[in-house]
């Protein structure tokens, strides 16, 4: 079975950094890509960031939502057994349950949703 688990959220301080993990396993190949999406209290789930399968051609390509450009970070080792989300300048804003996701094959954008779903992990951020 697919297993997704994100794990190192915690209280941090406006301005401060955090790195989320993803531990990543039941996958019958290595074509597939990994995701990050949070979700707010009272707000809707959005994606945050991605990064494409690096499976036959595909480049690894990655993707990131407006909001954390320039300050959040999506990275893996070479078989996405790990996938870690490096977040800095925290803003209040980013609090939120955050929780990595995989789909199958390529990604050309970040996408609004994905097949495989872990548990979140909560980030709060405070000012």
């Known amino acids: 079975d697919v297993q997704l688990q994100a794990s190192g959220g915690g209280l941090v301080q406006a301005g401060g950094s955090l790195r989320l993990s993803c531990a990543a396993s039941?996958?019958?190949?290595?074509?597939?890509?990994i995701g990050w999406f949070r979700q707010a209290p009272g707000k809707e789930r959005e994606g945050v960031s991605c990064?494409?399968?690096?499976?036959?051609?595909?480049?690894?390509?990655?993707y990131y939502a407006d909001s954390v450009k320039g300050r959040f970070t999506i990275s893996s080792d070479n078989a996405k057994s790990m996938v870690y989300l490096q977040m800095n300048s925290l803003k209040p804003e980013d609090t939120a349950v955050y929780y990595c996701?995989?789909?199958?094959?390529?990604?050309?954008?970040?996408?609004?949703?994905?097949?495989?779903w872990g548990k979140g992990t909560l980030v709060t951020v405070s000012s």
């Open positions: 996701a995989a789909d199958w094959g390529p990604l050309e954008e970040l996408p609004d949703d994905m097949d495989y």
């Open positions: 990064i494409s399968s690096t499976y036959d051609s595909s480049d690894g390509s990655t």
């Open positions: 039941g996958f019958t190949s290595d074509d597939y890509s």
